[in-house]
C-alpha cells in the first residue's frame, strides 16, 4: 500500500464507514485507489463533468453544491473525512453537482471498474454503496423540505436536529460543520436573518450557542418547530 495511503488507514478503519466495511475492505479501498489533494478553494469537480468513479474524502473538507438558474449556489452537503461522494454518479455518467475544496484536502478515487469488481467481491461494499445512495436520497429530500419551508426559524431548528447523528455531535450538542455564512446559504437565508434566528432560539431558552457548538437544551420545544414535523 502507498505510505499517503498507509496514513489514513488505521483512521479510516476506525470511522463509522470503515467499521461498517471492514479491515479488508478499507484496506482494498485504499490499496486501488488514487491519491489527490486540493488546496482550500480549488474547484474539485463540477457539475456535468465525465464521472472518473467515486471519491472517499480522507482529509480535509468538501462543500457538494449547485448553481440555480440565476446563479445562486445552493449547498447541498458538506462532506468530511471519511465519507464517501459520488457513488450515485458513477451510475449516471456524470456529476449532477459540484465538488469544492472548503479546506486543504484530500480524497481517494477509486475509478468505476474498480468498484464495480469490489461490489462484485465484496457484498459489504456494495451494501455500503447502496445504503450510501439511500442516505442521499433521504437528504435530497429533507432538502427539499428546508428549501420550501417560509420559516427561517423551522428550517434552522430542523438542521440542527439532523445533525445529531453527525461525526462529532451527541443527542445534546451539536457541532456546526460550515461557518455561519455557508450555513445561512445552505438554509436558503442571508446571515442577518440566521442571526436572528439563533438569538430568537437562545432567548426562548430552546438552545446556546458556544462558537460552532450548539446546545440542544429543549427538545420538545425544537420538535414542534421543525416543520413538517419530524417522525
Not at 51 to 77: C, M, N, Y
Not at 85 to 112: H, N, Q, W
Request: glycine fraction near 6%; charged fraction near 25%.
Amino acid at each position: 500500500m502507498p505510505k499517503q495511503a498507509i496514513d489514513y488507514h488505521s483512521a479510516f478503519a476506525d470511522s463509522r464507514v470503515g467499521q461498517s466495511l471492514g479491515e479488508e475492505v478499507s484496506r482494498d479501498l485504499l490499496l486501488r485507489g488514487e491519491m489527490r489533494h486540493w488546496s482550500k478553494g480549488e474547484l474539485i469537480f463540477q457539475e456535468d463533468d465525465e464521472v472518473p468513479g467515486l471519491w472517499l474524502v480522507v482529509d480535509g473538507q468538501v462543500k457538494l453544491s449547485r448553481f440555480t438558474a440565476d446563479g445562486r449556489e445552493v449547498i447541498l452537503h458538506m462532506a468530511s473525512p471519511f465519507m464517501i461522494i459520488a457513488e450515485a454518479a458513477i451510475f449516471l455518467g456524470k456529476y449532477p453537482a459540484s465538488a469544492t475544496a472548503t479546506s486543504d484536502c484530500a480524497m481517494v478515487l477509486l475509478r468505476t471498474p474498480m468498484v464495480f469488481e469490489l461490489m462484485e467481491s465484496h457484498p459489504k461494499f456494495m451494501r455500503r454503496i447502496f445504503g450510501s445512495m439511500s442516505v442521499w436520497l433521504k437528504r435530497m429530500v429533507d432538502k427539499v423540505d428546508q428549501l420550501t419551508m417560509n420559516d427561517a426559524t423551522a428550517r434552522l431548528v430542523r438542521y440542527l436536529l439532523d445533525l445529531k447523528g453527525e461525526k462529532g455531535s451527541t443527542k445534546d450538542r451539536v457541532v456546526l460543520p460550515v461557518k455561519k455564512g455557508e450555513l445561512a446559504v445552505m438554509l436558503n437565508m442571508n446571515q442577518a436573518t440566521l442571526s436572528r434566528s439563533l438569538r430568537r432560539l437562545q432567548d426562548e431558552g430552546a438552545i446556546a450557542v458556544d462558537a460552532k457548538y450548539v446546545d440542544l437544551l429543549n427538545h420538545p420545544k425544537l420538535q414542534k418547530l421543525a416543520l413538517p414535523p419530524i417522525e
